[in-house]
């Protein structure tokens, strides 16, 4: 279809082509496969072409003459125009390559195992892409050496972890990879032991110099912090007021939770929830209740006439065998956003596997972990149904390019930022709708609450962690004590906290500006509101800041009254 801005869409096809060659392993993850052979070039010069391309694209953009867009044109180019101006606080920043280990060592690891995740091409074009990145990670590995002169321990310790699961892949993994898939490589098996010994040689480096050179520099500081909100969330709250939100549901959360305990025979909310764990499938029913559950979702999402659901076929299959000593160790995730470019024909949900040589002891503790509410609530409804599934359908037809590829699973975090609050205020607001309509049993609509105060826990957090009012240790308190995370849980999240200034409000943000949203229309509307044209026509936007969505929706309704 022809543009009526044409000088816009050139300016655009530009951003794109920057974004692509530089974040090959994201293009990878996003199914634009040009630059699969590629890892990211951190070096001096690699960062000074990246800079100078994202200032080149912004100068550029703001003297872009008027032109006649489109809606879904007018929100690239605001979407676009915030999106650098983060990333020129992000590359000086101690947050990324400049102060971050666990930049590299995402990007090198995932850097490969992107590439056998899905089938998106003959396993020899795979394979090859593979090597060419296996013999690419010392290069990336020297340069996080050469980069990283000190840093915060706990990223230090993580990105320790994600050298162990990288070389568990380098090596046992891509042992049981070369048999599995079909492929007599010995070149591959030879350019995994040159990863292999960089990983070894990199691990060494953060273990015995890194960790002598420690920071404290966990917070980003209230500037970023206001940049981020402004031009990534597009809110117009500022950080305060978010934290005053939160600390409201957090109150109010925390007040149901201990006030109908003792209608579960519980004396605290916590034992109440523990009970959840009683109810778990058999052994030899685990992967069946996942697609049970899935069916069960569906059918209730189409009788309540809830929404459009796609015929998007997905899958519940065990973790592949060569992924299944590293996963432990690295962002591995059971549900990754499809690839919206590779249009494959199935999406696998890769379960952490229960195995016959599993002791009766451990199968049991595996299914409590494991149990209903577990898959029904965040592998079923929150991603591979109702939530992120048929989300990201959606979003991937969606009439605004970024809208498409903002919310896809990369290496360590989404491909945009802008993408958070719809991508995860969604699948949060789904769960809560199908409570709406009863799917859920009366201990899982309790524990609705204790997700409700996860959600303002994280981010009470965000803001008091990245204005420097809390440290790490005060964060991993804070979710101990008051939200019921074990001391494993508590820590991982506050690392995740730090490390992603910014992300870990959008669960709540954008669950409540949805419901926001559907209440003000639906008091306008009235009898005319309908559910299933509101949810519909709030995906279509594609994965976009919610705040911009509603804004769009609501100026759409009081135009139509207007005529």
Not at 295 to 319: E, G, K, M, S, V
Not at 323 to 348: K, N
Request: charged share 20%; net charge negative; aromatic share 10%.
């Amino acid at each position: 279809m022809a543009t009526l801005a044409p000088i816009f869409t050139a300016w655009l096809d530009d951003f794109f082509r920057s974004y692509y060659r530089h974040r090959p392993v994201n293009a990878t993850f996003i199914g634009v496969h040009e630059y699969d052979d590629r890892l990211p070039d951190y070096s001096e010069r690699g960062v000074a072409d990246v800079t100078a391309d994202m200032a080149n694209l912004l100068a550029r953009l703001r003297a872009l003459p008027p032109e006649p867009l489109t809606p879904s044109e007018s929100l690239d180019k605001k979407l676009a125009g915030g999106f650098l101006e983060i990333q020129q606080w992000k590359y000086p920043s101690g947050h990324f390559q400049g102060g971050n280990p666990c930049v590299y060592t995402g990007e090198a690891g995932f850097g490969v195992m992107s590439l056998f995740l899905r089938p998106f091409a003959p396993m020899a074009q795979r394979v090859d892409a593979a090597i060419h990145r296996l013999n690419g990670i010392p290069v990336l590995l020297a340069q996080g050496q050469a980069n990283v002169r000190a840093a915060p321990p706990a990223w230090t310790e993580r990105a320790i972890r994600e050298c162990v699961g990288a070389l568990a892949f380098l090596k046992g993994g891509i042992d049981q990879l070369i048999p599995e898939c079909g492929v007599a490589a010995p070149r591959l098996r030879a350019a995994a032991d040159i990863a292999a010994t960089a990983f070894a040689d990199f691990q060494h480096y953060l273990q015995a110099e890194l960790c002598l050179h420690p920071t404290d520099h966990y917070a980003c500081g209230a500037d970023a912090f206001a940049l981020l909100l402004r031009q990534g969330h597009f809110l117009d709250l500022d950080a305060r007021a978010v934290e005053t939100r939160a600390r409201e549901q957090f109150a109010a959360c925390e007040a149901e939770l201990e006030q109908h305990a003792a209608d579960f025979g519980a004396h605290t909310w916590r034992d109440a929830l523990a009970r959840l764990a009683d109810e778990h499938p058999p052994a030899d029913q685990y992967y069946a209740r996942h697609a049970e559950l899935w069916q069960a979702c569906h059918r209730a999402a189409h009788q309540h006439n809830l929404l459009t659901w796609p015929d998007y076929p997905l899958r519940f299959i065990p973790r592949p065998a060569w992924a299944r000593e590293a996963a432990p160790y690295l962002y591995f995730l059971f549900y990754r956003s499809p690839a919206p470019y590779d249009d494959l024909p199935v999406t696998e949900l890769l379960l952490a596997p229960i195995t016959p040589e599993m002791a009766p002891s451990e199968q049991e503790r595996f299914l409590r972990a494991n149990n209903d509410s577990v898959i029904k609530l965040n592998h079923v409804v929150h991603h591979a149904a109702i939530g992120h599934h048929v989300q990201n359908w959606h979003a991937y037809r969606a009439a605004s390019r970024i809208g498409q590829i903002a919310a896809v699973d990369c290496a360590s975090r989404i491909a945009m930022f802008c993408g958070g609050t719809m991508a995860e205020g969604w699948a949060c607001y789904a769960t809560e709708l199908m409570d709406e309509i009863g799917f859920l049993t009366p201990l899982e609509h309790y524990s609705m609450h204790q997700s409700r105060l996860r959600m303002a826990a994280r981010a009470i957090a965000d803001v008091k962690l990245h204005h420097g009012e809390w440290s790490l240790e005060d964060t991993t308190n804070f979710y101990r004590d008051k939200v019921g995370m074990s001391q494993e849980a508590t820590q991982a999240e506050a690392v995740k906290n730090s490390m992603f200034p910014g992300a870990a409000m959008m669960y709540m943000i954008g669950t409540n500006l949805i419901h926001e949203l559907r209440r003000d229309l639906a008091a306008r509307q009235v009898a005319a509101f309908d559910l299933r044209r509101f949810h519909d026509r709030f995906l279509s936007y594609g994965s976009v800041p919610v705040s911009l969505i509603s804004t769009e929706m609501k100026g759409q309704f009081d135009y139509a009254s207007q005529e």
